[in-house]
């Protein structure tokens, strides 16, 4: 195989860029041991920040973000509800904090309004009595799925090729170059080795293995986030705590749900990148300041990402673009057609692949600006499934008997779970339960796959999409995943679900006693 | 106005409860010429898949089937003396599944065991799982699968509980004879959802029995068996099987569908036409608002308004309330109560040590052995470690040190602690055993 650049890392600086780049004519692989998002990018508050959780301690990074939110509102508008977001404070925040916060806004360009406590408990009734200061601000939320797979559909479209579940495991060097890298795919154990002109590490988490693959010493501190996910949507609007970024102050609202966070725990290895109890019980406790309602909510799981922060020793040679996101040139290492891109915002992506996409094109004696700025993201069917509401309602409107409800949770037919695995196929790519889980609402409603794990499974059986012996497999390991983010929430009505779930993958099924192969 | 009059009922035994073990205990309880009132809902055993476990995997960590349950059962009274089903004599235990097979019999609804061994029943999922008795009409299934016959499994359009082509796929690796069909039910459109309880009441017709049959005739090669989702008449599925099979002439099958599904209604109507036939006291769908003991005196179980009787006065109760599905234990964020009495729960320390991080993990979940410890007659123990109360009994899985999803034992557990619990109050009353 060969490529002009290699992309490591699928998830959203990955796929931003390898849209950047096609948009710009070159020809790209993008390789991801997973699946889409499956770090970091897939494990935040879907937040678009209007800037104003970073005024106090990192201004450039707020009035980057302001200036990317704003792009993004424009040009990607499907992807992102625009909630407006709300900075409040309780009794007992600090005051100096609250009284300092609209001039620090306005230092950044970034519009804030101001409200009485009333008036905000008024616009947002779950928020707490002892409120003593709110402001109104223009954070919105984004579906991270959404914005990932639009970009790399439109990449894809444009000639661009994602290999999925594939593993760069080995490069091989000629001179002051990465000659070709090695491939693993993960799921068939077939090794394959590609040609590529430039490589560019956007792994995110996973940046320092990639970078020592090519013995280009990377110092990265692991910090892991986790987030809850609740059964029922409590604000309209963003709401952040109106005080110095610490643990769990914001929440944000995602399409039914409203999603609590985040931790930040230093963690010593990738392995430890799961949500723990003690960490749920502080989110619950410390955002219940804000809004009561949260200590008796249900939750239906939880999740955790780890974000890469770069520990850089050679301020010299790290082109950092700003404190928010490093691009690193590996030149100085010695190598002339090797980038890692790290770091950063969720928000900020766009310019992350803009910045990234300018270094690699030098590289490859390419002038072609960069187009993300101006040119819409355009919208496909193929990746809207991931919105929720919008399979029962297209089924509402199509009244058609046979098309059968897969996950009754969320209301997902069979016709939209056609149409995700023609969008795999399409990609000459293999369709399996998570696979579909991540690009619809497939498993994300309160039974987390008890009943919709084997309504698709048999689904795919019946459309021969997986080989026969395969299906009992693909419902093991789904449950698995989704059992991840189920253990540390479970009280309440969700360890009634629990308790179903089990009584009838081991009760009746005997899941259990089935070993997969391989694992 | 009118006197305020209160309406109340009194028996000696209080059920609480209309799961497996409450409908069992109410069963002995009848059969002993105990005067029985039981509550709860009775939504729970729809969920049931029909199978009878007594114990059918030990132990738990090394996955180990068991083919022998007698065996698994000595085994478990020496490797788990706390578990529920070591503490009862097997005497007993062979004592109390033939009285609740003969009931099934007698209510036309019969079961088949091996006796001795366990059998290997088929799930929807494709998968085998032992069991120690299964409906006379999944019997066949055991057979089939035994000797690997040619099998087709047979699923309908529209039908989202059951799919043959999963069931065939799965099994193919060790049963290679097998293949599946999808029919259009007859007089279904093919652009209809169908709901396995109405198919049950639509094969009772003998119309439908037939046209069914001619369907399943034509699809019949070389196979010598066909299975087909659990939907056989819901009152006397013996009579349907029967009929199919003559007309189709080939053994046929039921596999249990997704729950709610029919062979678990089927136990549900049966108990709830039977039980009140032999005297006792229904109150299905009321809940227990709040209990008292009159010191020396019975038990108040207090059932609020909405109905003629707001309050049962029993000499005993027997907590059948079942684990978090069936409300008899709650979990908040720290601990797990007893919804009822407040009883103790053994439980893990806190909540990061109720589950494990792997859903699979083969030493099961120690969340899932939480619950009620008695002493030697099913009595609750209370903090000094002696009975809470001395007429206050508990049966099924709310009871601690079992894991019955994974031990296979859950229709066992329910019917076996409810026989010695029952057997306990008989005894305490000055009554023998039948």
Redesign the interface.
């Known amino acids: 195989m060969e490529t002009q650049v290699l992309i490591i890392g699928g998830g959203i600086t990955g796929t931003g860029l390898a849209r950047d780049l096609a948009l710009r004519g070159v020809v790209c692989t993008l390789v991801e041991q997973g699946d889409i998002n499956a770090g970091a990018s897939g494990a935040n508050h879907g937040l678009l920040h209007s800037g104003a959780r970073y005024v106090a301690n990192d201004p450039s990074a707020a009035r980057e973000c302001r200036r990317e939110g704003e792009l993004l509102k424009k040009l990607g508008a499907h992807c992102v509800e625009d909630t407006g977001g709300l900075f409040v404070a309780v009794q007992g925040d600090d005051e100096g904090y609250v009284a300092d916060f609209p001039s620090l806004c306005s230092r950044c360009d970034i519009p804030v309004k101001e409200l009485d406590p009333g008036e905000a408990r008024r616009l947002e009734p779950a928020l707490s009595e002892k409120l003593i200061a709110a402001f109104l601000v223009e954070d919105a939320t984004i579906d991270p799925f959404r914005l990932s797979l639009e970009n790399i559909w439109q990449a894809q479209e444009m000639g661009a090729t994602l290999l999925r579940n594939t593993q760069a495991i080995r490069f091989q060097r000629v001179g002051r170059r990465l000659d070709s890298v090695l491939l693993l795919n993960k799921k068939t154990g077939e090794e394959q080795w590609i040609r590529a002109e430039q490589v560019v590490n956007a792994s995110g988490a996973w940046s320092r293995e990639v970078a020592a693959l090519a013995e280009v010493p990377l110092e990265m501190v692991y910090s892991k986030g986790t987030l809850l996910v609740t059964f029922d949507r409590i604000t309209r609007r963003v709401v952040n705590r109106l005080r110095r970024p610490g643990n769990a102050d914001i929440l944000v609202p995602g399409g039914s749900v409203s999603l609590l966070g985040t931790t930040s725990i230093r963690i010593p290895s990738l392995d430890q990148v799961?949500p723990?109890?003690?960490e749920v019980?502080l989110i619950?406790d410390e955002e219940s300041a804000m809004l009561p309602v949260v200590a008796s909510s249900r939750y239906v799981r939880a999740y955790a990402g780890v974000r890469p922060l770069i520990g850089s020793t050679d301020k010299e040679d790290t082109r950092s673009v700003s404190r928010n996101f490093a691009l690193l040139d590996h030149e100085k290492d010695g190598l002339d057609n090797f980038v890692t891109i790290t770091g950063g915002k969720f928000t900020t992506y766009r310019l992350m692949a803009e910045k990234a996409g300018d270094l690699v094109c030098r590289k490859l004696g390419i002038s072609v600006p960069c187009l993300t700025r101006s040119q819409p993201l355009p919208s496909s069917h193929a990746c809207h499934w991931t919105e929720t509401g919008i399979a029962p309602q297209d089924w509402i409107r199509k009244r058609?008997?046979?098309d059968?409800?897969?996950c009754e949770c969320e209301l997902v037919p069979q016709s939209a779970v056609n149409e995700v695995i023609d969008s795999i196929r399409k990609r000459r790519d293999q369709p399996d339960l998570e696979a579909i889980g991540l690009r619809s609402r497939v498993g994300k409603g309160p039974c987390q796959g008890t009943?919709c794990s084997?309504?698709v499974?048999?689904h795919l059986?019946?459309r021969s999409e997986i080989p026969?012996?395969q299906?009992?497999i693909l419902?093991?390991d789904f449950?698995?995943r989704r059992?991840?983010g189920q253990?540390?929430i479970?009280?309440?009505r969700q360890?009634?679900q629990?308790?179903?779930m089990?009584?009838?993958h081991?009760?009746?099924?005997?899941?259990?006693?089935?070993v997969n192969p391989g694992s | 106005m009118p006197a305020v009059e209160r309406h109340w009922l009194e028996c000696e035994l209080a059920v609480i409860g209309a799961g497996m073990a409450g409908m069992a205990a109410s069963l002995f309880a009848c059969n002993r010429g105990i005067s029985v009132a039981q509550l709860g809902a009775t939504g729970g055993i729809a969920f049931s898949s029909g199978f009878l476990d007594l114990l059918g995997v030990h132990p738990v960590e090394e996955s180990k089937r068991l083919s022998d349950p007698w065996a698994g059962l000595s085994a478990v009274q020496g490797d788990m003396p706390l578990h529920p089903l070591g503490r009862v004599p097997i005497g007993d235990i062979r004592a109390a599944l033939a009285e609740y097979l003969r009931f099934l019999e007698s209510v036309g609804l019969p079961y088949l065991s091996l006796l001795e061994s366990n059998a290997e029943v088929l799930t929807l999922l494709g998968t085998v799982k032992p069991t120690y008795a299964a409906p006379l009409t999944m019997w066949s299934g055991v057979r089939a699968w035994k000797e690997k016959r040619p099998c087709l499994f047979l699923d309908f359009q529209g039908l989202q509980e059951f799919n043959a082509n999963l069931v065939s796929a799965n099994l193919k690796a060790e049963w290679p004879a097998t293949r599946s069909e999808r029919l259009t039910f007859p007089g279904s459109g093919s652009a209809d959802r169908l709901y396995t309880r109405h198919l049950a009441r639509e094969m009772e017709l003998s119309d439908t029995q037939e046209k069914l049959a001619r369907l399943i005739r034509s699809h019949v090669r070389q196979d010598e068996c066909v299975g087909m989702p659990a939907v056989l008449g819901m009152r006397e599925s013996p009579r349907v099987l029967a009929r199919m099979q003559e007309m189709i002439q080939a053994p046929l099958f039921e596999i249990p569908t997704l729950p709610a599904c029919v062979p678990g209604l089927r136990l549900k109507e049966s108990f709830e036409a039977y039980l009140p036939s032999r005297g006792v006291k229904a109150f299905w769908q009321r809940q227990v608002r709040a209990v008292r003991r009159v010191e020396g005196g019975p038990f108040v179980l207090n059932l609020g308004g909405g109905g003629e009787v707001e309050e049962i006065r029993a000499e005993a109760v027997l907590l059948a309330t079942g684990r978090f599905f069936g409300k008899g234990l709650v979990a908040d964020r720290g601990r797990i109560r007893e919804t009822l009495f407040g009883l103790e729960v053994r439980q893990p320390e806190n909540r990061s040590h109720w589950h494990h991080r792997d859903l699979w993990d083969p030493r099961g979940h120690p969340v899932n052995r939480a619950g009620l410890e008695t002493d030697e007659s099913f009595r609750p123990l209370g903090v000094s470690g002696q009975a809470a109360y001395p007429d206050l009994y508990a049966s099924g899985s709310i009871l601690a040190h079992q894991d019955w999803m994974r031990m296979k034992c859950g229709s066992g557990l329910a019917i076996v602690t409810s026989y010695a619990a029952v057997k306990a109050i008989h005894g305490r009353r000055g009554g023998h055993c039948p």
């Not at chain 1, 081991?506 to 089935?514: D, K, N, R, S, T």
């Open positions: 799961f723990t109890v003690e019980d619950v058609d008997g046979h059968l409800i897969l009943y084997v309504k499974a048999a059986v019946d026969s012996d299906s009992r419902m093991k449950l698995c059992w991840r253990h540390p479970l009280w309440g360890m009634d629990a308790e179903l089990e009584s009838l081991c009760g009746v099924f005997c899941q259990e006693l089935y």
